[in-house]
């Protein structure tokens, strides 16, 4: 009784910042919490007559569909291709730019590089593709003609396995970079400024800073989303591979977000979906808790 009267009084003296989470709390119990009620779809053979209660149960038979599919591993290894390709290459995309931004002293070109670079996130995939199909084409667009300019033949860029996985990562870099830098920026703009200054002291130079004082402020910061990211390992964006992924690319773009899109939503498997959708859960899940340890054994951080 003590203890919670303690913790009541806690919460009434900081009242203002749990009215602040409050939003928050409710967005995700609405939206993250709430929508768990229906993983029994997976289990079920989901009708819109029975409902969620109503239909009757299938146990793992939807599981057992999925990998018995004769393409069930070709569109698991394709998925994991092209989500290790993003995070090993796209995830410290973010962190040098945010370096990089940090080192610029011309702070009206800073920020015209920071407003630029995070205009693409708020660009939909559909713009994106168009832009790139415009860009790209070799029936007089601007890059071809460019290479022309230097003597070489028009390349297919779109639709074409040899580059394929180019246009996939480079596209993903180009729409997210900015604003997944944010949090490094804000990082970096908390690390001490006597650390900088201790720095010069000791002679060291722009790079020597950045490599000793810079990288060791954002370390924590880059594990923690780290993790996350290794969280969807399972899920390779099924917006972009929806658009991106044509004829000639199919048995390379065929991943598990758009194989469970064509089933829920255009076959009306819904049960079947929802079995997909889990499986990629539980990896993702596995994948973080794995991580997360192995984390917090190697440099003490972790989320939890």
């Keep these: 009784m003590i203890k919670n009267s303690v913790l009541m009084k806690r919460v009434w003296k900081h009242k203002l910042f749990y009215l602040f989470m409050l939003p928050g709390i409710i967005w995700f119990f609405l939206f993250s919490y709430v929508p768990l009620y229906g993983i029994q779809v997976a289990f079920r053979d989901y ?50 730019l945010a370096i990089l931004l940090n080192e610029i002293r011309m702070i009206r070109f800073k920020k015209t590089v920071q407003t630029l670079s995070y205009l693409p996130y708020f660009v939909s995939w559909i713009v994106v593709v168009t832009l790139m199909q415009r860009l790209l084409t070799p029936y007089g667009g601007p890059v071809n003609d460019l290479l022309g300019s230097f003597g070489t033949d028009p390349i297919q860029f779109l639709n074409n396995p040899t580059w394929f996985y180019q246009m996939i990562v480079g596209s993903d870099i180009w729409k997210n970079i900015g604003w997944n830098s944010i949090i ?28 000793h004082v810079t990288l060791p402020g954002i370390r924590n910061v880059a ?53 997909v959708g889990l499986f990629q859960s539980v990896i993702g899940l596995i994948l973080v808790l794995t991580v997360n340890r192995i984390a917090r054994k190697v440099s003490d951080v972790s989320l939890f």
């Design 223 to 275: 594990i923690i989303l780290f993790i996350l990211a290794v969280g969807n390992l399972m899920s390779a964006g099924y917006e972009q591979l929806l658009l991106l992924n044509g004829p000639a690319t199919a048995g390379m773009g065929s991943v598990l977000d758009v194989h469970a899109i064509n089933s829920g939503i255009r076959e009306g498997r819904l049960s079947y979906a929802a079995a």
């Design 47 to 96: 009708t819109f007559v029975g409902g969620f209660t109503g239909s009757p149960w299938a146990g793992f038979k939807y599981f057992q569909q999925f990998f018995n599919y004769y393409q069930s591993g070709d569109i698991i290894r394709n998925t994991v291709i092209i989500s290790l390709m993003k995070l090993l290459i796209g995830f410290p995309m973010p962190i040098i």
């Design 184 to 211: 490094f920026m804000a990082a970096i703009a908390g690390i001490d400024q006597q650390q900088y200054e201790a720095a010069k002291i000791d002679g060291a130079g722009r790079f020597q800073q950045m490599w």
